[in-house]
């Protein structure tokens, strides 16, 4: 039953006051091609509760789960292993809301939890202050465009080749409305990347520099050179971590200079969940804090001197005008940050660089087998848990027959790069400790039969 509370005349009234004729001038952004004109086609009009329940079913069992076999898809999310402990608690009762509460201060249980997320977001990220999350890595990395953009009252972003085309896609999206100018381009089957000559490239007009990192090839790089770069210059420096995982083995970004770093914190807690939701992560120097989007939550002691936090900085359109609104983020994933959390304390620092050498150990044997393979060639010099295979022929093609032999081996190039035919044989692989040596092998014998 539809909920339609409005009248014909609230509606008019409504469209009348925004200058509108019609519902429809509402979606004349919307591409016309993108818009329906009608019922969709191929769908009964009607069906049983069961019928439809039987239907979904069977083609829920069309899908295959990561874990029903040899499985290395990354790319931007990742299949880690998960505690139970962490399903079991973010179902308390005193946890399980989806978002940070409206009404905070009586929720001192949620917001202790987010402050200690920010304190492990901060620490891992080399930085001074960390927010309560955003919604994902990709709009983490818009506002955080924008945010450069206030600071230095500049409006050209220069994005390295390397950063994930998803995130490049919202960049230029969002830019279309702001006016940001954004200078980027796609990668090259190297195993170095381009940070020396986005160095080159900074000049007075340049908000800031965005790097990935580890990048979209699973290259690692050290951007101290490019932090000073930016720093000469007046830019900011943005990293982008889309494994979180990798930085209990490698130096963090805030650690070689950045300004601010974002990323994408589903590695941690969050299973692939079909891409979402996701919570994105967002932290920075003290300096920029007042032009962070997003909640900080703060400690504070009561009337009594008891310990207690509140939401010490809360910069979005609902809490003060609107002009002077940091970005019209309204919320959060709490949930979704609360389970980084959960798993994050579970591992603690010592287990999260042990878990990150046991991702690097199986990535270096998988690259060395897979490299045996005839044709195959791995590009990094060096890499995380994730690396590029350079194959003899398409790489899309060859995703589909592993998938036939049972194994997810990894995300083509040409899939994320449709129109760049010099990507077409590259295949991004990621291996977690969720891979067997057993997975390894099976990736590798099947690799090598859909080849020869």
């Not at 019922?39 to 009607?46: D, M, R, Y």
């Not at 994730?386 to 998938?403: G, I, W, Y």
Request: glycine content about 10%.
């Amino acid at each position: 039953m539809r909920y339609l509370p409005l009248t014909p005349d609230d509606r008019s009234a409504m469209l009348a006051a925004v200058g509108a004729a019609s519902i429809d001038d509402l979606f004349v952004d919307v591409p016309a091609e993108a818009r329906l004109d009608g019922p969709i086609t191929g769908l009964p009009g009607h069906a049983s509760e069961l019928a439809v329940e039987r239907h979904m079913a069977a083609l829920a069992r069309q899908n295959r789960a990561a874990g029903d076999g040899p499985f290395f898809l990354g790319a931007g999310a990742y299949r880690h292993h998960v505690p139970a402990s962490v399903d079991h608690l973010i179902q308390r009762g005193e946890f399980l809301t989806a978002y940070t509460p409206y009404q905070p201060e009586i929720a001192q249980g949620t917001l202790q939890m987010l402050f200690e997320f920010q304190t492990q977001v901060a620490r891992l990220f080399g930085t001074d202050v960390a927010n309560a999350s955003m919604y994902d890595g990709s709009t983490a990395c818009w506002e955080a465009i924008v945010m450069a953009r206030r600071i230095t009252k500049r409006g050209k972003a220069l994005l390295s080749t390397g950063l994930h085309p998803h995130y490049r896609s919202v960049a230029r999206t969002m830019a279309k409305y702001t006016g940001d100018q954004l200078v980027d381009g796609d990668p090259t089957l190297e195993a170095g990347t381009d940070w020396a000559v986005l160095a080159a490239a900074v000049d007075t007009d340049t908000s800031c520099v965005v790097v990935q990192y580890p990048d979209i090839l699973g290259r690692i790089d050290d951007m101290s050179a490019l932090a000073a770069a930016c720093q000469a210059a007046g830019a900011l420096l943005i990293a982008v971590v889309t494994e979180p995982v990798a930085l209990g083995l490698i130096k963090s970004p805030g650690e070689m200079g950045a300004d601010i770093v974002v990323g994408e914190g589903q590695a941690i807690g969050v299973g692939l969940q079909f891409g979402g939701p996701y919570v994105g992560l967002f932290a920075c120097k003290t300096k920029y804090v007042r032009q962070m989007p997003g909640r900080l939550c703060g400690e504070t002691v009561d009337a009594n001197g008891k310990r207690g936090f509140v939401l010490t900085l809360s910069t979005r359109e609902q809490h003060i005008r609107r002009e002077k609104a940091t970005s019209n983020i309204c919320t959060n994933a709490g949930l979704c940050a609360l389970a980084f959390s959960i798993h994050m304390t579970l591992l603690g620092e010592a287990g999260l660089r042990q878990l990150a050498g046991i991702n690097h150990g199986r990535a270096r044997v998988a690259a060395a087998e897979l490299a045996q393979v005839p044709g195959v060639s791995v590009v990094n010099s060096g890499f995380f848990n994730e690396f590029t295979l350079r194959l003899p022929v398409d790489a899309r093609a060859t995703v589909h027959k592993l998938a036939e032999k049972g194994v997810l081996g990894g995300v083509s190039l040409g899939r994320l790069y449709p129109d760049n035919d010099a990507l077409a044989n590259g295949l991004v692989v990621a291996v977690t400790e969720t891979a067997t040596e057993e997975d390894i092998a099976a990736f590798a014998a099947a690799l090598k039969e859909v080849l020869a």
